[in-house]
């Protein structure tokens, strides 16, 4: 039998071979990539929260129901409050664990544990400081109902982490996984929701940096000139607040009672019984993340950069001026941007108002925190800005060995050993020492080391307030401590408790006088009619300085000597101007019995919410909308200053001429479409580097409200020095403000070319939303999961609409209204809320960032708080129910 051999298959031509191999290839690539697709869209999917059905749970004592709205916003109701503190906690961490799990990192000085050697100089400032410490003293000294509601909270919390684990709770713990694959998530503990506290009082510390620019300045002129000279600049650069420009917030402070126990003062959380309605590693230790110029900046921008803008506006309108003869009152505080946003909106509700289940409350919370720091329940209203008195004193100590010089004797350091442990890297072993006055912070950040070198100010007393040649004849080296009121244990955190509570302004005075730090402005209002403000928190009496500039530690007459008496801190209740404006301007004026601080706000942006008040009522009552448009204004107050001056300069070109021309019909206003308030802020930045730090010896500059006071002063004398600057060959102001000028039209056709009329503001002062974590880490892929943006915006530094950039950096927006509300007293489902963000800190949920757009346009949100009209917006309701 013969066979025949196979006929070889016919070969294909080189180009269908290629065409077929490529196709394999991209067949393979697409498989891949759409398998990769499923698996990164698995991935960020299942740490999505569970938001409607039934859930079972350990722990709870009866159901619980979670109703969301449109915008994923619960509204918790339980039958007592374990059940409802322990569903907060639960829902916390369904949406914002990983945020919550940062932050406690933060504040207990380990963030190199997650992120590796990079953060180790931060964790070792911070654990200097001993927030943690001082956070697990106030848990430890808690009164037994305040304490088992941060236990219900942190159990509930943990009834979550027992149900999830890495991915599962994020997309973040995928990420860090990779190369950080030994990290554990640990239980949670009421101290980790306390410390967080810690963490806001620093970044609403005001004046520390101040203080220090001021002295490290006085230093460095003081070789050069006449000590009188040095303070000439100095108090010339850092003016007094313009009390006969600006108000103040208590022109004439108000008789009330006197609380009846100012030692305890606030009561026992619901003073009156509610009764009826008629009462009632390498993951990261190979990230590069966003480079910080100092640890002290680093800590910052880890818990909320107190950059330009830091600060908050609110007011309050009594009845007497709106629509419906009931008082109006709005918040809207300044605060870093932050991707998920600060805030995290929730209400809570007992199913029954009792004594023992005292909440019917809703507002502003911050995740990793039991109730509700910023709202309303169903009797009073309030809000919070940054109070601005000066809370923090740097002390020059002299040291040797471990013993520190006291009224001319030698007493022993305080010193403790930490270990700061590393992600990937070796365990660094920390000495910490501490005064009298508290931590010694030189020699953690290249400031306060500064202000230790001895070879700075040893020709005389430039630094400190007060002799120190007693100093020069001590043994030893010079250092650094800082003495704040937030490193003394106290009671903001019960005083929380007490505000959701309160039902009347002496209750609200009573939740007050706990609230130790941060130190806030509260404005108040009720249902009743009456409007009110308070002064909290602990404000030392000084000794012999007043902190503007270091203190010598050696020396207790510069010690503080105590605290305020709260019966004495500025309070005002009803005033007959009809309203309370705080906006971080000056408390009261100088003939205040107490030194409060000459570090505040300027005043531009509480000057200009009176105005709008007082116009408002003028053309008619009051309403709602007018309270957000005020909100909104985003007039510049130094722009209108330019645009004057700007009229008489001549400059060369005739797209300098196209530009400047602009400036004479612009009316002011920051709007994020305005091709004028494009060229104005670029103008501003220019006129001030020209005049401040385009300098052989660049002089500080600081907050764009503190510029306005300077800036204004010297447009009024053109024979002012400063106007001369030979490094850029400047003589006088004429010639200053033609270069500038020029150079600003140059940079913006740099940045958005040479047609005038395209140019606009808001694409300019745009703000990017960066994960504070894996936004930064210098990852293009990683930043592209979390960061969202560039969102263009209006407004800007010391305005109303306080959207601050960094003059020198970018324009981009940093600092922002964090949230915005406005509250009817006269129908709490008439008020309306926003914020930054969302809800969800899961990137790519649907709630991530689905209120940043309304955010962007002033716009806000009607906010449900009457059980009707929560059941009407509810799209999704979970019930929680105890286990079997």
């Given at each position: ?9 016919a070969?294909?031509?080189?180009g269908?071979?290629?065409g077929r ?10 498989v891949?990539?759409?398998?990769a697709?499923?698996?990164v869209?698995?991935?960020?999917q299942?740490?999505f929260?569970q938001?409607?059905g ?20 619960p ?39 997650m992120?590796?050697e990079s953060?180790?100089?931060?964790d ?15 848990v430890?000294a808690?009164?037994e ?13 943990n009834?979550?982490?027992s149900?999830?684990d ?24 009421p101290?980790?929701?306390?410390a967080?506290l ?7 510390r005001?004046?520390?940096e101040?203080e ?18 040095s ?9 007094a607040?313009?009390f ?5 917030i ?8 006197a609380?009846?126990?100012?030692t ?16 009632i ?32 506006n ?24 932050s991707?998920p ?36 329940n169903?009797q ?33 350091l ?19 020492r ?5 931590p010694?912070?030189?020699g ?44 003394d ?16 302004f ?6 007050a ?8 402005n509260?404005?108040?209002a009720?249902?009743d009619?009456?409007i009110?403000?308070?002064a ?13 500039l270091?203190?010598?530690?050696w ?14 801190l ?5 005033p ?12 009261v004026?100088?003939?205040y ?6 570090d505040?706000?300027?005043g ?14 003028a053309?008619g ?6 309270m ?26 005739d797209g300098?001429?196209?530009a ?18 494009a ?5 501003w ?13 660049p002089?500080?500059?600081?907050s ?5 006071t300077?800036m204004d002063a ?12 030979e ?14 000028a020029?150079?600003a ?11 005038a ?5 808001g ?9 504070d974590?894996?936004?930064?880490s210098g ?6 999961l979390?960061n ?23 324009y981009?927006?940093?600092t922002v ?7 009817d007293?006269a129908?709490?489902d ?10 969800s ?5 649907q ?12 716009i ?12 009407e917006?509810t799209?999704d309701?979970?019930?929680?129910t105890?286990?079997?």
């Amino acid at each position: 039998m013969t066979t025949e051999s196979p006929q070889p298959a016919a070969r294909r031509p080189l180009g269908a071979r290629i065409g077929r191999i490529a196709f394999g290839v991209v067949a393979g690539l697409l498989v891949i990539a759409v398998a990769a697709a499923f698996f990164v869209v698995w991935t960020i999917q299942r740490s999505f929260p569970q938001t409607s059905g039934e859930l079972e749970l350990d722990g709870l004592k009866a159901q619980v129901s979670v109703q969301r709205d449109s915008l994923g916003v619960p509204t918790i109701t339980a039958d007592s409050s374990h059940d409802l503190f322990f569903a907060e906690g639960f829902v916390h961490a369904q949406d914002r664990f990983f945020e919550m799990d940062f932050r406690r990192h933060v504040t207990s000085g380990r963030v190199a544990e997650m992120f590796g050697e990079s953060q180790a100089p931060t964790d070792m400032f911070l654990r200097t400081l001993g927030w943690r410490d001082v956070a697990e003293q106030e848990v430890e000294a808690m009164d037994e109902t305040t304490l088992a509601y941060y236990q219900a909270y942190a159990d509930g919390v943990n009834a979550y982490l027992s149900t999830r684990d890495g991915a599962k709770l994020s997309l973040e713990y995928a990420v860090l996984g990779i190369q950080n694959p030994d990290y554990q998530v640990e239980p949670w503990e009421p101290a980790d929701s306390v410390a967080w506290l810690k963490a806001m009082a620093w970044d609403l510390r005001t004046n520390i940096e101040d203080e220090t620019e001021r002295a490290l300045l006085v230093a460095e002129v003081g070789d050069e000139a006449a000590p009188a000279d040095s303070m000439d600049l100095l108090e010339q650069l850092y003016p007094a607040y313009p009390f006969d420009e600006n108000p103040v917030i208590v022109p004439k402070i108000s008789t009330v009672p006197a609380l009846e126990d100012e030692t305890d003062a606030a009561p026992a959380i619901f003073t009156t019984d509610p009764g009826d309605d008629a009462t009632i590693q390498t993951a990261v230790t190979t990230v590069e993340w966003q480079e910080a110029e100092s640890v002290v900046e680093a800590a910052s921008l880890l818990v909320g950069d107190v950059g330009e803008g830091i600060g908050s506006n609110s007011w309050v309108v009594s009845g007497s001026l709106t629509e419906s003869g009931l008082p109006l009152l709005s918040n809207d505080p300044h605060l870093g941007a932050s991707l998920p946003s600060v805030w995290y909106q929730v209400q809570l509700r007992c199913s029954k108002v009792t004594v023992e289940c005292p909440f019917d409350v809703g507002g502003f919370s911050f995740s990793g925190l039991p109730g509700i720091v910023i709202g309303h329940n169903s009797q009073v209203a309030w809000g919070f800005t940054n109070l601005t008195t000066d809370v923090a004193d740097l002390y020059i100590e002299k040291v040797d060995g471990d013993s520190y010089w006291r009224d001319g004797a030698l007493v022993p350091l305080d010193v403790r050993e930490e270990t700061v442990k590393v992600a990937g890297g070796e365990d660094i072993d920390l000495t910490i020492r501490s005064t009298a006055h508290g931590p010694i912070i030189s020699g953690l950040t290249d400031d306060f080391t500064a202000l230790a070198d001895g070879d700075v100010w040893a020709d005389g007393d430039a630094l400190v307030q007060g002799e120190t040649d007693a100093a020069a004849a001590m043994t030893g080296e010079y250092a650094v401590s800082l003495r704040w009121t937030a490193l003394d244990p106290g009671k903001t955190a019960t005083a929380i408790f007490a505000l959701d509570t309160a039902q009347s302004f002496e209750d609200f005075r009573a939740a007050a006088s706990q609230f130790d730090v941060p130190a806030q402005n509260l404005i108040y209002a009720d249902i009743d009619g009456n409007i009110g403000y308070q002064a909290p928190g602990r404000l030392p009496i000084r000794g012999a300085g007043d902190g503007w500039l270091p203190q010598p530690g050696w020396d207790s007459a510069y010690d503080w000597t105590g605290y305020i008496p709260f019966e004495e801190l500025p309070v005002s209740y009803n005033p007959s101007s009809g309203y309370i404006v705080t906006a971080n301007n000056a408390i009261v004026t100088d003939d205040y019995d107490y030194f409060l601080s000459r570090d505040w706000d300027y005043g531009y942006r509480a000057a200009r919410i009176a105005y709008l008040i007082e116009r408002t009522a003028a053309a008619g009552p009051i309403t709602a909308q007018d309270m957000r448009d005020i909100q909104n204004d985003n007039q510049m107050w130094v722009g209108k200053k330019l645009a004057t001056v700007m009229a008489d300069v001549e400059v060369a070109g005739d797209g300098p001429k196209e530009a400047v021309a602009l400036l004479r019909t612009w009316d002011a206003q920051n709007n994020a479409d305005s091709a004028a308030a494009a060229y104005a802020n670029v103008l501003w930045s220019n006129l001030v580097l020209n005049v401040f730090a385009n300098r052989e010896e660049p002089l500080p500059y600081g907050s764009q409200s503190r510029l306005f006071t300077v800036m204004d002063a010297l447009l009024d004398d053109p024979s002012d020095p400063l106007w001369t600057n030979e490094q850029i060959d400047v003589n006088g102001m004429d010639e200053m403000l033609t270069l500038s000028a020029e150079q600003a039209y140059d940079e913006l056709v740099s940045l958005q070319g040479n047609v005038a009329s395209r140019w606009n503001w808001g694409d300019l002062h745009a703000i990017t939303l960066t994960s504070d974590t894996l936004g930064s880490s210098g990852i293009a892929p990683i930043e592209a999961l979390f960061n969202r943006g560039p969102y263009p915006v209006g407004g800007g530094a010391s305005v109303v609409n306080a959207t601050g950039w960094s003059i020198g950096e970018s324009y981009a927006t940093t600092t922002v209204p964090s949230m915005r509300m406005v509250i009817d007293l006269a129908d709490f489902d008439s008020s309306s809320w926003n914020h930054l963000t969302g809800a969800s800190g899961h990137a790519f949920h649907q709630h991530y960032v689905d209120q940043t757009e309304d955010w962007a346009a002033g716009i806000q949100t009607v906010w449900a708080f009457s059980p009707d009209a929560v059941a009407e917006a509810t799209v999704d309701t979970l019930v929680l129910t105890p286990a079997k």
